[in-house]
């Protein structure tokens, strides 16, 4: 009955290649992030999707795609994948309002070989 | 930026002492979020107390705010090894749902 899950836990991959990660609430939440924790713990927003549609898109390499097919899932896919694109990427989710806690998935550690 | 900034990047205590940490932040905002995230596990959230209130208490935990200061501070009382782990305040950028995290203290608590 976990709330936030995504997939995989780990993912080790060499440059240049395209990965997905995968995000699932069961939370009826109607709003999803993308986060990205770096080695020094800094988390900072990607995505955030509301609905299916995009409501705030911060100035992540296009290189990253978020795609929602409804409003539980909320998949991240990273084409030509770059060194720096190693670090913890967390799926979390809430209700539409800036006061709602927000739920965490337990993170994908991407490692660039 | 609306980034809040924690104070201090890493605090260790024994068990049984109370550990501060403090948040300090940039704009006005309508509330204040803290949330403790153990080694390699998500983020989860802790308590929210909004512009209108001074204090807080959940547990162990209290939280103040002060808006004339913009700053908020997160105590933790009779403190546990389980304790141990990085507590983040967030703030949530105006108009929307989403938050901007600080960079985080990292608390160790020793048997």
């Known amino acids: 009955d976990t709330a936030v899950s995504q997939t995989p836990k780990y993912l080790v991959t060499q440059m240049g290649n395209d990965k997905s990660i995968k995000c699932e609430q069961n939370l009826g939440h109607d709003t999803m992030y993308w986060y990205k924790q770096d080695s020094k713990k800094f988390l900072k927003i990607m995505f955030s999707?509301?609905?299916?549609?995009?409501?705030i898109n911060e100035t992540v390499p296009n290189r990253f795609s978020p795609k929602s097919p409804d409003k539980a899932h909320l998949n991240l896919h990273i084409n030509s994948l770059e060194l720096g694109d190693s670090a913890v990427y967390f799926c979390?989710?809430?209700?539409?309002?800036?006061?709602?806690?927000?739920?965490f998935g337990d993170g994908t550690r991407l490692s660039i070989l | 930026s609306q980034q809040g900034e924690e104070d201090p990047q890493a605090l260790s205590i024994q068990e049984g002492e109370n550990a501060t940490m403090n948040c300090s932040y940039k704009?006005?905002?309508?509330?204040l979020q803290w949330y403790r995230q153990n080694s390699g596990r998500g983020l989860v959230h802790l308590i929210l107390?909004?512009?209108?209130?001074r204090e807080k208490h959940s547990g162990r935990l209290r939280v103040t705010l002060d808006t004339s200061k913009k700053s908020s501070s997160l105590l933790i009382t009779a403190s546990r090894a389980a304790d141990t782990a990085s507590y983040f305040c967030?703030?949530?950028?105006?108009?929307?749902?989403?938050?901007?995290f600080g960079k985080g203290t990292m608390l160790l608590v020793s048997p």
């Open positions: 999707y509301n609905n299916k549609e995009l409501i």
């Open positions: 967030a703030i949530p950028n105006s108009g929307y749902s989403t938050l901007t």
């Open positions: 107390i909004r512009s209108n209130e």
């Open positions: 704009t006005s905002i309508n509330n």
């Open positions: 979390a989710s809430s209700l539409d309002r800036e006061d709602q806690p927000q739920h």
